[in-house]
């Protein structure tokens, strides 16, 4: 394998085909998900689920087929979308009377039920969320972060009230913050968007950015305030406790697959995968070592404290494969295995195991009987640790000090000799376009949100004009 220093996207799609999470599709920009790749979607999944439906929200499936005409009813929607729709004409053998798009995201057939379903005051709040697959004909693809088709979950409320719907926007905005960072181990940059990057259709739009190894920022989550736009577009009233026909407010927030791409991009090394035990399909590996099919007392070990851990919940598996145990650690090491457990001859005359943590060099005699609560805790700890190393590779490549465009110009250059990240970098921005794509013209920095007020020190002028600045912005070069 390469080193991320030599080629950081090379490593990358290494990285992610040795631990066989993907494979490539017959179709440009499009990939399988393998067992390895696709639990960890699942185990995604389920952090989610839980707290949808804790909140009441609850899940539902829309057609993937969206008539054309729906997209016509919201202007800014389809101006957002048409570049990347894929459009079906035809079917046995005849020419539609109507292009139907694979959808790219479900706003506009989820509006057209949500008219019919909504009524009355009532029939309010009206929540659910959709687990599904989108598409949107991407020109530069790469495997989890940039697919023409991928996996998602998106929410869609509508309420009553302005209020309580910037109130769900938040909370999902905040939910994501806590499952990407608990779950994942990810740190993130919570903000709003600014007005070019809202999405198609949306009054606000907030976000959750990822900073990679590499310094460059993944868009990781985004909850969007609709208002009334939505609902006047698919004529989404209700009648009002004062007998009014009123528009309804309505949001909708999600996450995708770009998630797995993130948290590898984040946490894996040199020596392939690392995943965060709450997402690891396989989170603890035994492997028996020396002449251990001669003695057949080790394997009846390994499947007691096999099957000790699997009553506990916790997702453990058996190589008693005939490879190597060079090889086998090689493997495990390279599908991101939180835990390995080694037991031999010697080990079962001395009562313990010798267990390593992917993340550390480290080898630790562990006996039988504090077996099970070691584990409990090592993969409790190695969370931890890895929410901690990325938040310290964060620190170090997030800059506060530079306030012109040739400061930031020299940052890059600066970066690009010592072979640096250019990370994330906190900017005034006087609050015009003209300025934003300025930025993104000279230097190749998008901006990711502004930062909630009180999360850091405003900045004073514009890094563009010099002008007084009127946001303070976080920008990066992003995936």
């Known amino acids: 394998m390469v080193t991320r220093k030599e080629d950081f996207s090379k490593w990358y799609l290494q990285t992610i085909q040795q631990a066989d ?18 639990e960890i979607w699942e185990h995604i999944q389920e952090a989610f689920n839980a707290r949808f439906k804790e909140e009441g929200i609850r899940n539902a499936y ?54 019919r379903w909504i009524n009355s005051y009532r029939d309010l709040p009206l929540e659910i969320n959709q687990w599904a697959n989108v598409f949107r004909w991407e ?15 998106e929410g869609h409320t509508a309420h009553a009230t302005p209020e309580e719907a910037q109130e769900r926007t938040m909370w999902a905005l905040n939910t994501y913050k806590e499952v990407i960072e608990d779950v994942l181990a990810v740190p993130l940059f919570v903000g709003e968007k600014t007005p070019s990057e809202r999405f198609a259709g949306a009054e606000r ?9 590499d310094g460059k920022a993944v868009q990781a989550g985004t909850s969007h305030y609709m208002g009334t736009k939505f609902a006047e577009a698919f004529d989404i009233k209700y009648l009002n ?11 909708s927030f999600g996450v995708s697959t770009r998630l797995i791409g993130a948290l590898i991009m984040v946490h894996s090394d040199d020596q392939g995968l690392v995943l965060p035990p709450a997402l690891a399909p396989q989170q603890v590996v035994f492997i028996p070592v020396g002449p251990w099919q001669k003695n057949p007392a080790i394997i009846e070990k390994i499947d007691e404290l096999f099957a000790g851990l699997k009553a506990k919940g916790i997702r453990a598996v058996v190589d008693d494969s005939d490879k190597r145990p060079g090889n086998k650690y090689n493997e495990w090491e390279l599908r991101g295995a939180p835990l390995r457990v080694d037991l031999g001859p010697r080990d079962l005359e001395n009562n313990k195991v010798v267990i390593k943590a992917r993340d550390s060099d480290e080898k630790v005699d562990v006996s039988f009987d504090d077996f099970e609560n ?18 310290a590779m964060y620190a170090e490549n997030t800059y506060y000090d530079i306030n012109t465009m040739e400061e930031l110009e020299a940052h890059i250059e600066t970066c690009k000799a010592e072979n640096k ?39 004073d002028t514009c890094i563009v004009t010099g002008k007084p600045a009127k946001e303070t912005v976080w920008i990066a070069r992003a995936y």
């Open 139 to 153: 020109k530069r693809t790469l495997p989890f972060l940039r697919t023409s088709e991928f996996l998602w979950q």
């Open 421 to 459: 990240p250019t990370g994330f970098v906190l900017v005034g921005w006087d609050g015009t376009e003209e300025s934003e794509s300025k930025i993104q013209e000279l230097t190749g920095f998008t901006t990711r949100n502004l930062p909630f007020e009180g999360t850091v020190t405003p900045k």
């Open 205 to 213: 739009t907030f976000s959750v950015e990822a900073m990679m190894q």
């Open 21 to 38: 999470l993907m494979d490539y599709a017959p179709v440009r920009g499009n990939m399988i998900f393998k067992p390895n790749g696709f």
């Open 62 to 115: 829309f057609p993937m087929l969206i008539p054309e005409h729906f997209f016509s009813k919201e202007a800014d929607h389809i101006e957002g979308f048409a570049p990347e729709l894929p459009w079906v004409t035809e079917a046995a053998g005849e020419q539609l009377e109507e292009r139907l798009a694979l959808r790219p995201t479900s706003e506009t057939i989820i509006g057209d039920a949500f008219s």
């Open 374 to 391: 070691y584990i409990v805790k090592e993969l409790d700890d190695m969370q931890g640790r890895l929410l901690e190393r990325a938040r």
């Open 241 to 251: 406790s004062d007998n009014e026909h009123v528009h309804a407010f309505t949001t």
